[in-house]
Nanobody
Framework: QVQLVESGGGLVQAGDSLRLSCAASEEMFSRYGMGWFRQAPGKEREFVATIIRSNTRTYYASSVKGRFTISRDNAKNTVYLQMNSLKPEDTAVYYC?????????????????WGQGTQVTVSS
């Protein structure tokens, strides 16, 4: 079973950048599709971005399209979320997740394993 640990969150100002990392303990990391989700207080967990296991296709929520970039390094068992031009509405706990399903998976229920989350706070 893959285990995930997020890092890289913090407090930044609007317009700043952050890079989140998600390290997996599973050697078969390359067999999993990976996704990033976020959850703000009082809101449902929402999809942010996903990347297929081959690292050739990505998909983003409209709210982050053009600002965020998901990538993965299968040799290091790590997935990243580069966040640029951050806005206060990006404030949330960010979670990485792994899915055995094939394709650009955006539904949280299709992900099998979740990390503990890392807090991202963007001030104006």
């Amino acid at each position: 079973q893959v285990q995930l640990v997020e890092s890289g969150g913090g407090l930044v100002q609007a317009g700043d950048s952050l890079r989140l990392s998600c390290a997996a303990s599973e050697e078969m990391f390359s067999r999993y599709g990976m996704g990033w989700f976020r959850q703000a207080p009082g809101k449902e967990r929402e999809f942010v971005a996903t990347i297929i296991r081959s690292n050739t296709r990505t998909y983003y929520a409209s709210s982050v399209k053009g600002r965020f970039t998901i990538s993965r390094d299968n040799a290091k068992n790590t997935v990243y979320l580069q966040m640029n031009s951050l806005k206060p509405e990006d404030t949330a706990v960010y979670y990485c997740a792994a899915t055995i399903d094939y394709g650009l998976v955006s539904r949280a229920s299709r992900y099998d394993t979740w990390g503990q989350g890392t807090q991202v706070t963007v001030s104006s």
